[in-house]
């Protein structure tokens, strides 16, 4: 098998569609089922992302040569006493390719999409893999008094999900990681990430312009809007735009390093830059953050801490609930309030961070707020 991104040769409906995947078979004719998914997958209205393309590719061409190296025919029939063809995939990705179970849940979901599309527009006759039902549990309200049973209707060759609690960092962790990060621009993308809970890619492409003029405000709280469609390069998940807060601390921070660290590092580099942060060319990180991610690792490393832009998400979230807690009189929901700072899509998302406050030891995380003064007593 091998797995192609197209050229701008590849014309859809009149638009070149560069990057697109295109799988092959080892005679180097199309694997037209496949590529007909991606198609049909791909070009929806839903599919936003390059890195969608990317990961969808990649599991249909994994899949297909697990096939290909077993003699598994995609499109045979399941014989009687065998595993089929997806559990094989299943318990081989587990077991020899030790995947973790959140990739191996991904792949396996384009891989049950890509079976239902065959089955739809019949290239093939049955599933390999039937559907079974559960029943979950969900809260609503942000004490969950109130608890519902949903039933949710699956394919049974997805495993379970991994339900382990997001790790976050403790107080003395994050100054301990604060206290070995020497480069002035590390330690102010550390911080922002720490008292913002942004994504990777959304600190890499944070705009400059977005710093607000401080002069006569009188609020503790800066809003700050997210709008992957204002020009200014930013992105988002799902390129939503969304409000987030920033604390006038936090802000008079980033004034004080753009006139003392980023000026001078964007005159090493003769074009003017959106972003907020640049690298030590004085240039934009990458779109995808990735580089945020290697350059936290190396802190990490140095802290003793496996450091990564996710890890301090996590940390903001479980922080940021706690002091939300105990200031009742803010008068928010802090579990609404924490799913519109992360841009989460759905609450449910957001409650694992209301698990984690209630099953670890309150003086781990009580100081935390007065330690990076991460909210004040006005949201307004």
């Given at each position: 098998?091998?797995?192609?991104k197209?050229?701008e ?6 638009r ?8 092959l078979w080892?005679?180097?004719?199309g ?16 599919v ?11 599991a249909?061409?994994?899949y ?5 190296a077993?003699?598994?025919a995609?499109?045979?029939?399941v014989?009687?006493g065998?595993k089929?063809?997806?559990a094989?995939?299943?318990d081989?990705s ?5 995947h973790k179970?959140?990739t ?5 979901s384009?891989?049950i ?11 093939i006759?049955h599933?390999?893999f039937a ?11 942000f ?6 049973t ?7 060759v ?12 403790s107080r ?7 206290s070995?990060?020497?480069n ?14 942004l994504r ?27 709008d992957?469609?204002?020009g200014e ?12 807060w ?6 008079q ?6 006139k ?5 590092r964007?005159?090493?580099s003769?074009t ?7 690298n ?8 995808d953050g990735k ?5 936290f690792r190396?802190i990490?490393d ?7 832009p996710?890890?301090?998400r996590?940390?903001y979230?479980?922080?940021t609930?706690v002091a ?7 008068g ?8 519109r700072q ?5 609450i ?8 984690i406050?209630q099953e ?10 007065d ?7 006005d949201?307004?």
């Amino acid at each position: 098998m091998l797995l192609l991104k197209a050229t701008e040769d590849l014309v859809i409906g009149g638009r070149p569609y560069t990057d697109f995947p295109i799988l092959l078979w080892d005679d180097m004719t199309g694997c037209e089922p496949v590529n007909q998914f991606f198609r049909h997958y791909l070009l929806r209205g839903r599919v936003e992302s390059k890195h969608t393309w990317v990961a969808v590719g990649q599991a249909l061409y994994d899949y297909f040569s697990f096939l290909q190296a077993n003699n598994l025919a995609w499109d045979g029939a399941v014989k009687a006493g065998h595993k089929d063809a997806v559990a094989a995939y299943r318990d081989y990705s587990r077991d020899e390719e030790s995947h973790k179970r959140a990739t191996l849940r991904l792949r396996l979901s384009f891989i049950i999409a890509f079976y239902e599309y065959c089955a739809r527009n019949a290239l093939i006759s049955h599933l390999p893999f039937a559907y079974e039902a559960k029943r979950t549990v969900s809260h609503s309200g942000f004490l969950a008094h109130a608890i519902s049973t949903t039933e949710v209707v699956g394919a049974d060759v997805m495993p379970k999900a991994d339900h382990a609690l997001p790790r976050f960092l403790s107080r003395e962790q994050v100054r301990h990681v604060l206290s070995v990060t020497k480069n002035p621009h590390h330690q102010m993308m550390i911080q922002f990430a720490l008292q913002t809970g942004l994504r990777r890619a959304e600190i890499a492409t944070f705009p400059l312009s977005a710093l607000a003029n401080l002069q006569g405000l009188k609020t503790r709280n800066v809003k700050v809007e997210l709008d992957p469609a204002a020009g200014e390069g930013q992105k988002t998940k799902g390129r939503q735009r969304r409000t987030v807060w920033l604390p006038v601390p936090l802000m008079q921070d980033l004034h004080y390093y753009v006139k003392h660290y980023r000026d001078e590092r964007a005159r090493l580099s003769t074009t003017i830059h959106k972003p907020l942060f640049l690298n030590s060319m004085g240039r934009p990180f990458a779109e995808d953050g990735k580089a945020l991610s290697r350059l936290f690792r190396e802190i990490g490393d140095k802290a003793d801490v496996h450091l990564h832009p996710h890890l301090l998400r996590h940390t903001y979230a479980t922080h940021t609930l706690v002091a939300l807690q105990r200031n009742p009189q803010l008068g928010i929901d802090p579990l609404v309030f924490l799913q519109r700072q992360l841009g989460h899509a759905s609450i449910n998302t957001t409650m694992v961070y209301l698990h984690i406050v209630q099953e670890m030891a309150d003086d781990a995380v009580l100081q935390y707020h007065d330690e990076l003064s991460l909210w004040g007593e006005d949201l307004e």
